[in-house]
Each structure stands twice: as structure tokens, then as C-alpha cells.
């Protein structure tokens, strides 16, 4: 595997596979890598002949009094574990690559409509800075397809979105959320978790199967989401939102509508936000 940190490396590289005419996948990350990670990898070299997997804590998608400096960094774990699974590039830049003009200076992209509720609401920039480090990399590997997880639902739809409206020649892949064994959806953020809390955080995927058997039995929306913020307020979270939308752009769902819904979470537990989201379709 290439262990590649300069821009013009990385096009140097995926040029000349291009004109091999092979296909290119890529799987951007921030690195702390898991099993969830190692699935979209797995993904894209089942659709593409060779993969690219960028490791880049970006700091444009940090809001002031997040985990920017804190986030784990563990490249040479991550190295190892993308040679594993078959990876045959790993772009690791250092902040001015990718920023060459500096933070404050920087191009930014806004993609409207699906980033302005939920997490958007909670985190102002945040997706700004999702979209502007997507359309870097992008650009950089020219992939013909790129691989996200479903874990961040909102993330994917903001990705297809600027897909679709800078008519990007990608295709944008969904990997199912990967899951603990008591369905905790796995996340670089969950070693935070203490061990009381780590036990109590499954709470938020059972909660969420209970949002989707209620809403398929024909429970009233708002009845649905208070019931839910209650119950994991309960169990110690602090919770930012648990909401029913349309899942094809976080829309307000209607009550008695089952189909093309989704169940979406976010809430502290101690100094740990977590999120997670499952699908409504009867």
C-alpha cells in the first residue's frame, strides 16, 4: 500500500491508474479507524479496482467547543488496518495541504435545504465544512465512486446533494451502519464512553426500534418524539433531538405515513455526543 501525503502525489498516483482504465474508489475518514471504517473499504473494492482511503481530522467541521484537539489520531493503527483489508492507497496530508491559504482564508462550500435542521441546527458550520473537504478530496482522486456510511444519514444526503448539484461525475455509495453487539453504532467517539456510560448507550439504538414500532403502528409524530427524548432522558442522556423525518431530505414526516421515514438521535451521554438513525419503512 502508497502512504501518500502530498496533493501532487496523490494525482500523480490516481492519474496513472486512469489511464491503466481502472476503476477508483475512494473512503474519506478521519482516521481512528474501526470495523464500520474497514466495511466501506471492503465496499469499494468490491466496486472499484483500486481504493484510496484519506485519514484527515478536519478542522473546518469542528465548532469551537468540540473535540478538534482532543479527536484520536492513530495513523499508524490505521495504516496497518487499510493494508489489511486490501487498501491500495492511504492519503494522510498535514493541515496545509489541504488548506493551502490557511483556516480563515479558505474556499468554503454551503450545500442548502438538508444541512439547515437537526445537526445543522446544533452545530452551525459543521456541514460547511463536511462539503468543503469532500469536494477537495474529490477532486484530488477524481474517484468513480466514493463510500460513506449510513451512520451519519445527514452527512450522506449533504454528499449527494453536492454531488447532484456541482454534477460531479461520482457515485455516491451507502454502507449500512456497522453495530455493537447490543447495537451501539460504532463510532471513533464511543472509547469516551466510561464504564457506566458505555452499558446505558445502547439505550439509543433500542430506543430508535421502539420510534420505528410505534410510528408502523400508526403513533402520532410528536407523540413518538416525546416519548423518546423521555425515555433516554431517563436513562442519563442529554438529548440535542430524536426525531421522525422523510428520509429522502429530513422533511417533516406526516402523521400516519410508514413509508420512506427515518429515525434519527442525538444526545450527550456525560462528554460524549453521540448519534444514530434507523430506517421506517413499512
Not at 182 to 202: C, K, T
Not at 234 to 248: H, S
Not at 260 to 271: D, H, S, T, W
Amino acid at each position: 500500500m502508497e502512504h501518500i501525503v502530498s496533493a501532487a502525489e496523490l494525482r500523480a498516483a490516481t492519474a496513472r491508474w486512469r489511464r491503466e482504465g481502472l476503476r477508483i474508489g475512494l473512503v474519506p475518514t478521519m482516521g481512528n479507524l474501526h470495523a464500520g471504517h474497514y466495511s466501506l473499504v471492503r465496499a469499494a473494492r468490491e466496486r472499484c479496482d483500486r481504493v484510496v482511503a484519506s485519514v484527515f481530522v478536519n478542522p473546518t467541521q469542528f465548532g469551537p467547543n468540540e473535540d478538534f484537539a482532543r479527536y484520536p489520531r492513530t495513523l499508524d493503527a490505521d495504516a496497518a488496518g487499510l493494508e489489511g483489508e486490501g487498501c491500495d492507497l492511504l492519503f494522510a496530508p498535514p493541515v496545509e495541504s489541504m488548506y493551502p491559504f490557511g483556516l480563515a482564508a479558505a474556499t468554503r462550500v454551503e450545500v442548502g435545504g438538508v444541512t439547515e435542521m437537526l445537526e445543522g441546527a446544533f452545530r452551525p458550520g459543521h456541514f460547511a465544512g463536511v462539503a468543503t473537504v469532500v469536494l477537495r478530496l474529490l477532486n484530488l482522486v477524481q474517484p468513480d465512486a466514493a463510500l460513506f456510511g449510513r451512520k451519519d444519514y445527514q452527512q450522506l444526503l449533504t454528499i449527494r446533494r453536492l454531488v447532484t448539484d456541482l454534477c460531479l461525475p461520482v457515485e455516491i455509495g451507502e454502507v449500512a451502519t456497522m453495530r455493537e453487539a447490543d447495537g451501539l453504532a460504532m463510532s471513533s467517539r464511543n472509547q469516551y464512553l466510561n464504564v457506566d456510560e458505555r452499558p446505558r448507550a445502547a439505550n439509543m439504538y433500542a430506543t430508535l426500534c421502539r420510534m420505528r414500532d410505534a410510528v408502523l403502528c400508526g403513533d402520532a409524530i410528536d407523540a413518538v418524539e416525546r416519548e423518546a427524548r423521555a425515555a433516554l432522558e431517563q436513562t442519563g442522556f442529554r438529548v440535542d433531538y430524536a426525531a421522525i423525518r422523510r428520509a429522502d431530505d429530513l422533511g417533516e414526516a406526516a402523521n400516519g405515513q410508514t413509508t420512506g421515514l427515518i429515525g434519527l438521535v442525538a444526545a450527550r451521554l456525560g462528554m460524549t455526543r453521540l448519534i444514530d438513525n434507523l430506517a421506517i419503512d413499512g
